[in-house]
């Protein structure tokens, strides 16, 4: 069982950065791939990005490449996602997955969430 706790949601104006975190509970961390998924009102869950279990693999939807980057400490059992440039239409509810290795963009292929962190980008 793994519990996630997302942080550092808030408001911030366009072109500002954010850094969210999500800090797992459990001596597994390391064992799962992990990601960062975000919801908007009246759209469907996305994935943002994802970390493989070592870090050296990232994948970034094509809307936020090359402005968010996606990393994990092992040692802090903690992921983030630091997110640059952002712009209006980032503004979501994000939220921190925890998954095995055959994760995809689907929700329904991850095991556990956490409650979600609000980032709203004003114009």
């Known amino acids: 069982q793994v519990q996630l706790v997302e942080s550092g949601g808030g408001l911030v104006q366009a072109g500002g950065s954010l850094r969210l975190s999500c800090a797992a509970s459990g001596r597994t961390f390391s064992s799962y791939v992990m990601g960062w998924f975000r919801q908007a009102p009246g759209k469907e869950r996305e994935l943002v990005a994802r970390i493989s279990r070592s870090g050296g693999s990232t994948y970034y939807a094509d809307s936020v490449k090359g402005r968010f980057t996606i990393s994990r400490d092992s040692a802090k059992n903690t992921v983030y996602l630091q997110m640059n440039s952002l712009k209006p239409e980032d503004t979501a509810v994000y939220y921190c997955?925890?998954?095995?290795?055959?994760?995809?963009?689907?929700?329904?292929?991850?095991?556990?969430w956490g409650q979600g962190t609000q980032v709203t980008v004003s114009s």
């Open positions: 997955a925890a998954g095995s290795a055959i994760a995809t963009v689907s929700p329904s292929s991850w095991d556990y």
